[in-house]
């Protein structure tokens, strides 16, 4: 179990209320989730700056860790990855710690694969060179981010949201064979930058747009400096609802993609 947060926008923005002051914000939800349980075992924002991530990642809770509260005051973007872990596959360290970086792609997992130990060789083996040296932790997680990259450097034609659900059909396809019992939990958000995806399987997955600028319900201001010439609008996919605006469930067993206009566009994961 872990808490997911994925952020796009049309204009650079502020998402500290998100990540730290709203209701049911990201640092609210390592203290405790709305099923009342802790995410204390890491935390990890990657924000976008000319195209490539900047990531702050901390093996502790982000709910008693200032460093948490500093980083997210200074994050100012159109995309956000944001994670609070709660350890069920690789210990307690930094290497574990979400979100996984490599070049300009960040990866975030919530869920586990129960069969992974089984399938680890599996992944590894189908992994070209590069993406299998690559890997720095003991996570699922972080094996199913290089295993999905490997699969798109084989197939450079698919479009990221199909080789995100091509390599995540083949890993549970690869789990049933390996055990047909295991609980298979793979919610994810996978980004370059310019492309926000991602898949909901397993765990709770919310969403909302936003079509125009508006002053925060919690501090009061607009979280962007606006361009009058453009028009504002953003995304936001949270394991849970963050705040009071009127934020919709994302089917069970789907792909999305955040389009252009910041819009979910949904498939089919199987």
């Known amino acids: 179990m872990c808490r997911l947060y994925g952020f796009r926008a049309t204009e650079p923005t502020k998402v500290e209320c998100s990540l730290v002051h709203a209701q049911n914000a990201l640092m609210v939800q390592s203290r405790g989730d709305q099923s009342g349980i802790t995410h204390a075992h890491g935390w990890g ?26 980083t997210a005051a200074r994050v100012f973007s159109r995309t956000v990855v944001a994670h609070v872990r709660r350890a069920s596959v690789g210990s307690v360290s930094l290497d ?12 975030a997992h919530n869920g586990t694969l129960r069969a992974f130990d089984a399938m680890r060789e599996w992944m590894l083996e189908a992994m070209t060179d590069e993406h299998r040296m690559a890997i720095r932790g003991a996570t699922d997680s972080e ?24 390599g995540l059909q083949q890993v549970i396809t690869q789990s049933r064979q390996t055990d047909a019992a295991a609980t298979i939990g793979l919610n994810v958000i ?12 397993g765990r709770t997955l919310w969403y909302v747009e936003r ?9 009061g201001f607009p979280h962007i400096h606006h361009d009058p010439n453009t028009h504002y609008q953003a995304a936001v996919i949270a394991s849970e609802p963050i705040s009071d605006e009127p ?5 069970e067993d789907t792909i999305f993609r955040v389009t252009s206009d910041m819009r979910l566009q ?3 994961l199987m």
């Open 266 to 268: 949904f498939e089919p």
């Open 96 to 107: 574990n710690t979400h979100p996984f970086a490599y070049g300009r792609w960040v990866f």
């Open 211 to 219: 079509d125009n600028v508006q002053d925060c319900e919690l501090c």
């Open 45 to 70: 924002v990657a924000a976008y700056t000319d195209r490539m991530p900047q990531v702050e990642r901390q093996a502790r809770a982000a709910y008693d860790d200032e460093h948490f509260r500093r």
């Open 190 to 201: 996978l980004s370059d930058g310019e492309e926000l995806v991602g898949a909901r399987r």
């Open 247 to 251: 934020w919709v469930e994302i089917p």
């Open 143 to 166: 094996h199913v981010f290089h295993f999905v990259l490997s699969l798109w450097a084989k197939h450079p034609n698919l479009t990221l949201c199909e080789a995100l659900r091509a």
